[in-house]
């Protein structure tokens, strides 16, 4: 009987191990004014595969306040998806200290901190390049231009108040001091830059089809234990000046450290071993 209850308790184990990863949350950060459209194509497509995502649209709830609201669906969210083009990007270069906060740098911002605290696992970037006249194609988004010039040493005074008084509500605490750089636009989008991810270039819902059955597999990572890790700086990095190859390489040499997570069921089987009937 015990090694009866045992088998049908690792077998539920097993079916529930199998299907958690539909619990995790995909949030979706974008400029609507730049890519709405794109981002409703994307989101579809990963609710064809059984996803949970968080889309504004969808998701923020009629008569509360939509900036708490987004920040709620951020910090419910495992896995972060700032979709990034030239047109989402390009104010980024204009911010000054006493600009008004900017609502999607502020995401970028939440999510590298919820990051760092363990919360949000894995960060996927998507990078749209520019559409190319007369068809549904994309030029590729560092080859364009996507990534902005951004002014050195400017942390937008918004945006830091914004993200302590939404990381006090929800955790109780103020946020862990982060240097200086990692604030700045320039220096929030190359840590986003340092984790793999995706490029809508070429045929445009071809590039979305397999974003999203990429998206899936990082899910379903996180969700069996894996962990995203950032990129590594090569020693071959580009030379300082050529900013779009170095962010382009930094994207592809993202690497993913797998951590193991069979030690429960191991423990199951020894134990099914010592109450087995000879």
């Known amino acids: 009987v015990t ?32 890519d709405q459209q794109l981002v409703q194509d994307l989101y579809e497509r990963l609710l064809a595969l059984n996803l949970r995502v968080w ?7 009629p008569g509360l306040e939509w900036e708490e609201g987004f920040a709620d669906g951020l910090f419910a969210s495992r896995v972060f998806v700032p979709v990034l083009s030239k047109a989402a990007l390009a104010s980024f270069a204009n ?15 939440l999510a590298l901190e919820l990051k760092a605290r363990g919360r949000v696992k894995a960060i996927f970037p998507v990078f749209v390049g520019e559409p190319e006249d007369g068809t549904s194609s994309r030029s590729d988004f560092f080859k364009g231009g996507g990534m902005p010039t951004c002014a050195e040493g400017v942390v937008v005074a918004a945006v830091d108040a914004k993200a302590s008084e939404h990381l006090t ?3 109780g605490a103020p946020r862990s001091p982060l240097c200086v ?6 220096g929030v989008l190359s840590q986003l830059c340092k984790h793999q991810g995706g490029f809508v270039r070429g045929d445009t819902y071809e590039a979305l ?32 000046g050529d900013d779009t190859s170095r962010a382009s390489s930094v994207a592809r040499r993202s690497t993913i450290t797998v951590t193991s997570a069979r030690g429960g069921l191991r423990q199951l089987r020894s134990l099914r071993h010592r109450n087995s009937v000879p």
């Open 3 to 34: 090694a009866l209850l045992l088998a049908l308790a690792v077998l539920g184990w097993l079916g529930w191990r199998s299907v958690r990863w539909r619990r995790t949350t995909v949030f979706l950060s974008y400029r609507v004014a730049a």
């Open 55 to 61: 889309w504004d649209v969808k998701c923020l709830k």
């Open 95 to 109: 911010l000054q200290p006493d600009s008004r906060c900017d609502n999607m740098l502020l995401e970028h911002v």
């Open 169 to 171: 509500r929800q955790l």
């Open 181 to 186: 750089a990692d604030r700045t636009a320039g």
């Open 209 to 240: 089809e397999s974003i999203a059955h990429d998206i899936l597999r990082t899910v379903r990572d996180v969700s069996a234990g894996k962990v995203i890790a950032e990129a590594h700086e090569a020693k071959d990095e580009a030379p300082d």
